[in-house]
């Protein structure tokens, strides 16, 4: 079961950290991404965190202002946006893929397969 938290309205160049509660499933086993869907397009993969949350992967469009991570609980993934634009507006949502094959699904978030679980979605918009 998985449940986003942290959308809302924000300026250009706010920031928002999303949350990803995770129950059910042993994180230490699982990569989680994070993808998101703005009106009219179709859904695109923005980050993921591997099961040792030693990897993380960034789409190019995010890199160098958002971050993901995991609590050392292993229950919660977050999203830290920074320098936010109106282009992030969006549905975002929080996927698990694994166990098996885990770190391959991560290193390949951008298409979405093999992330089998998915939240309901956190909306976000960028506007002034």
């Known amino acids: 079961h998985l449940v986003e938290r942290g959308g809302g309205l924000v300026q250009p160049g706010g920031s928002l950290r999303l949350s990803c509660e995770i129950s059910g499933i042993n994180l230490d086993y699982y990569a989680v991404g994070w993808f998101r869907q703005a009106p009219g397009k179709d859904r695109e993969g923005i980050s993921c965190?591997?099961?040792?949350?030693?990897?993380?992967y960034y789409a190019d469009s995010v890199k160098g202002r958002f971050s993901i991570s995991k609590d050392n609980a292993k229950t919660t993934v977050y999203l830290q946006m920074n320098s936010l634009k109106p282009e992030d507006t969006g549905v975002y949502s929080c996927a698990t893929a694994g166990p098996l094959l885990a770190h391959y699904y991560c290193a390949n978030y951008a298409r979405s397969s093999g992330f089998s679980s998915w939240g309901q979605g956190t909306q976000v918009t960028v506007s002034s």
């Open positions: 965190i591997s099961n040792s949350g030693g990897n993380t």
